[in-house]
């Protein structure tokens, strides 16, 4: 399985810890950064990992910033991503499991590391239950 991941400032340790999890359980993983704790400008990280999902290049995204608000408004701008915030584990199992969501959103100011390595294995590791749920995900793309 290959995931994308990418992070402002606020993530930087997370996505560290987070990218050698992953490794660790033989995933491949796409940095997109950053790699340092200096401000940077949320969007530049975000629309990389956004493409490859949206791209069909990588399996999941994994997306971390300080709220998780802004890198999931940005993600949810490319076609064919569902990107949501996920906090607890339940919460990341409904994203899954309802919403379909290829890309997790984790607040790095609201969680501890271990919660959000624990966030990912639980997204990664959750199923789509399709049924009822999958023509609510299928009323979420526009036409224009």
Not at 75 to 94: D, P, S
Request: aromatic share 8%.
């Amino acid at each position: 399985m290959t995931i994308s991941i990418g992070n402002d400032h606020a993530g930087t340790e997370y996505k560290q810890a987070i990218q050698e999890y992953l490794e660790s359980k033989g995933f491949t993983v796409n940095n997109y950064g950053t790699n340092t704790n200096d401000s940077v400008d949320y969007p530049d990280f975000v629309h990389p990992v956004a493409t490859d999902v949206s791209n069909g290049k990588v399996d999941f995204g994994i997306l971390i910033c300080g709220s998780a608000n802004g890198v999931a408004i940005t993600a949810n701008k490319h076609q064919k991503v569902r990107a949501g915030i996920c906090w607890t584990k339940e919460i990341t199992e409904l994203t899954r499991q309802h919403n379909n969501a290829n890309i997790c959103c984790i607040p790095a100011r609201f969680t501890a590391i271990q919660q959000a390595i624990q966030i990912v294995d639980t997204f990664l590791n959750t199923d789509f239950e399709g049924g009822r749920h999958q023509k609510r995900v299928d009323k979420i793309p526009i036409s224009c």
